[in-house]
């Protein structure tokens, strides 16, 4: 877990993306196999649950879905919401 605001590069399909810092390796890892497309992610920061929203073919009919809780997402984006204090989160992994 890294503290908020501590981001690091990764390369996806050849793109430069931002990403927490402790999430880089995981990230990294899971783009490199060919079925998984990342869509996004947050290490919790201590204060939520890590979470990391993927594509992966064959499962969930392709639809996204929470990889660490495998919990289906309905939306197509917006996956993180706001809470009070500014911190993201995916409220149906929370909850």
Known sequence: MCK???????IID??????????????????RVPTVK?????CG?????TTVMVIVE???DG???E?????PIDRKRKFYKFDETGMYH??????
């Open 4 to 10: 908020r605001g501590e981001r690091a590069n990764v």
């Open 14 to 31: 050849g793109a430069v993306v931002e990403v927490d810092e402790c999430m880089v390796g995981i990230i990294w890892a899971l783009n």
């Open 38 to 42: 990342t869509l996004g992610c947050c």
């Open 45 to 49: 920061h201590g204060k939520y649950p």
């Open 58 to 60: 064959g499962v969930n």
């Open 63 to 65: 639809k996204p879905f």
């Open 67 to 71: 990889i660490m809780s495998m919990t």
């Open 90 to 95: 995916i409220p149906e992994v929370v909850n």
